[in-house]
């Protein structure tokens, strides 16, 4: 793909999406194979401190709302997902306020600490012998991230604006700043099949086929609303660049 070719936002939304979940999940798989030897010191289980990483660009910076919450985990059992903020308030890494949002503790703010170092050595492992092109995409996916508060909901505003430390290396910001792009795209997807007059059930029910096809199409306008903000050409260095970075097959 070169810098001639004209991307529409819409066509650049779906186009970025495959590759932005997988160079987020390449950095976090490798993170999380960093950080698992210490995460057993908090005597929590795991599915229980995979909130906090999920959580964790919001977490580090600012309460996340009940409404964050219900959002980010719309497709996850609503009782789990109690329980499991049950353990992590116990466990002292979060307090829960009376209208249900969350925030980090000391110690929970010494967790996210932690994921954000492996974080950032994952990113850099990956990503450091591609200087050039992670400046660039580091800086395109900055202005997506705040053109996206535009029109994201509910779960994208748990997650972003992400918190980025003083001493953020390129790597680490890139990383969180794609990693927040994901429910942008997570809010829009719910709109679409939420205006088709689908539930959570049967969304997860629909077969392939023309409805699919619809409710896909009307993810891409509404995900592509935040590339509008970026030239044509720059819509393409963007999915070029996303392409050729290493990650996860």
Same mark, same amino acid.
């Given at each position: 793909?070169?810098? $001639?070719?004209?991307?529409?936002? #819409? +066509?650049?939304?779906? &186009?970025?999406?495959?590759?932005?979940?997988? %160079? @987020?999940?390449?950095?976090?798989?490798?993170?999380?194979?960093?950080?698992?030897?210490?995460?057993?010191?908090?005597?929590?289980? &795991? #599915?229980?401190?995979?909130?906090?990483?999920? *959580?964790?660009?919001?977490?580090?910076?600012?309460?996340?709302?009940?409404?964050?919450?219900?959002?980010?985990?719309?497709?996850?059992?609503? #009782? $789990?997902?109690?329980?499991?903020?049950?353990?992590?308030?116990?466990?002292?890494?979060?307090?829960?306020?009376?209208?249900?949002?969350i925030r980090a503790t000391d110690t929970g703010r010494?967790?996210?600490?932690?994921?954000?170092?492996?974080?950032?050595?994952?990113?850099?492992? %990956?990503?450091?012998?591609? $200087?050039? @092109?992670?400046?660039?995409?580091?800086?395109?996916?900055?202005?997506?991230?705040?053109a996206a508060a535009a029109s994201g909901g509910d779960?994208?505003?748990?997650?972003?604006?992400?918190?980025?430390?003083?001493?953020? /290396?390129?790597?680490? *910001?890139?990383?969180?700043?794609?990693?927040? *792009?994901?429910?942008?795209?997570?809010?829009?997807?719910a709109a679409a099949w939420q205006a088709a007059g689908?539930?959570?059930?049967?969304?997860?029910?629909?077969? #392939?086929?023309?409805? +699919?096809?619809?409710?896909?199409?009307?993810?891409?306008? +509404?995900?592509?609303?935040?590339?509008? @903000?970026?030239?044509?050409?720059?819509?393409?260095? *963007?999915? /070029?660049?996303?392409?050729?970075?290493?990650?996860?097959?």
């Amino acid at each position: 793909m070169d810098g $001639q070719t004209a991307i529409t936002p #819409d +066509r650049c939304a779906a &186009l970025g999406t495959p590759q932005i979940e997988r %160079l @987020t999940f390449a950095v976090i798989h490798a993170a999380i194979k960093r950080a698992a030897p210490r995460l057993v010191n908090y005597g929590v289980p &795991l #599915d229980a401190i995979d909130i906090v990483g999920q *959580l964790r660009t919001g977490l580090a910076a600012r309460p996340v709302s009940a409404a964050g919450l219900a959002a980010f985990y719309r497709y996850r059992d609503a #009782d $789990q997902i109690r329980r499991n903020l049950d353990t992590l308030a116990s466990a002292g890494i979060i307090q829960q306020a009376d209208d249900g949002a969350i925030r980090a503790t000391d110690t929970g703010r010494a967790l996210l600490a932690m994921m954000y170092e492996s974080d950032a050595e994952a990113a850099a492992e %990956l990503w450091s012998a591609h $200087q050039e @092109t992670v400046a660039e995409l580091t800086e395109l996916a900055g202005r997506l991230v705040v053109a996206a508060a535009a029109s994201g909901g509910d779960a994208y505003a748990a997650v972003a604006p992400p918190y980025e430390p003083p001493d953020a /290396s390129p790597e680490l *910001l890139l990383h969180h700043r794609l990693a927040v *792009l994901r429910y942008h795209r997570a809010d829009a997807h719910a709109a679409a099949w939420q205006a088709a007059g689908h539930t959570v059930e049967t969304i997860r029910g629909l077969a #392939d086929g023309p409805e +699919r096809e619809r409710i896909e199409a009307e993810t891409n306008q +509404r995900a592509g609303l935040p590339y509008a @903000t970026l030239s044509a050409a720059e819509r393409s260095r *963007l999915v /070029s660049g996303l392409t050729g970075l290493p990650g996860e097959p």
